[in-house]
């Protein structure tokens, strides 16, 4: 079936990049997307990127997607206490199209920055 | 801004009790979802709704239920609440536009014992 694969933790010195590494098996969705928990809250939509390019940057945040390997990235440039969260990489899987709403979740990152 | 409220950040509860977890949202979204999340697994979900009276399985309904009387309210009901379903539970809704964004709750943690 369907999986989309994370590491479990990050930790990084606050002003370093964080990249954080994403897997997943199923190719024939239309977005793949990160979403942010932070301590005590519910996710909310980081960024996304459509299937069909390769790079979405977005102030301090790349994403990078290679689709050939299934791969998905999300680099954090200059990385603040404030980026300490779960992040969480999710894709719609076999429905292709997102707005059948389901998705599937990677298992999340925990990114520690340390002061 | 999306507001999707849910009725407990805590709750505690004893095996083989019927637990009642509400959820409400005031966007209109057709779409709700009902995810438990647990460390090291991430979310999974267990039921999502896409009108009302409309319901669908996730991946793991079993021991749970769902209502949707009104648009704007999704239920999670455990019918007999066990230990192995002590978990972190989020309720989502998600717009019917690109790019199909999810808005969660705060969550309820709940704890069987």
């Known amino acids: 079936g369907e999986d989309v694969e994370q590491s479990l933790f990050l930790s990084v010195r606050e002003g370093d990049s964080s990249v954080i590494n994403c897997t997943y098996t199923d190719s024939s969705s239309t977005y793949l997307y990160w979403y942010k928990q932070e301590p005590g809250a519910g996710l909310q939509l980081l960024t996304y990127?459509?299937?069909?390019?390769d790079m979405k940057q977005d102030q301090r945040l790349t994403v990078l997607l290679n689709k050939k390997d299934k791969h998905l990235s999300l680099r954090i440039a200059d990385t603040q206490t404030g980026d300490s969260a779960i992040y969480f990489c999710?894709?719609?899987?076999?429905?292709?199209?997102?707005?059948?709403?389901?998705?599937?979740f990677g298992q999340g990152t925990t990114l520690q920055v340390k002061p | 801004d999306v507001k999707v409220t849910q009725s407990s950040r805590y709750l505690v509860k004893r095996t083989g009790e019927k637990v009642f977890l509400e959820c409400v949202q005031d966007m209109d979204h057709e779409n709700m979802f009902w995810y438990r999340q647990d460390p090291g697994l991430g979310l999974r979900l267990i039921y999502f709704s896409y009108d009302v009276k409309m319901k669908e399985k996730g991946d793991i309904p079993e021991g749970y239920s769902v209502s949707r009387e009104k648009k704007e309210r999704f239920s999670l009901i455990l019918e007999s609440a066990s230990t192995n379903q002590t978990s972190m539970y989020l309720c989502a809704t998600q717009t019917g536009i690109v790019p199909y964004e999810q808005y969660f709750g705060p969550g309820t943690r709940l704890t069987v014992t």
């Open positions: 990127i459509f299937s069909n390019m």
């Open positions: 999710a894709d719609p899987g076999g429905h292709g199209s997102s707005n059948t709403g389901k998705l599937i």
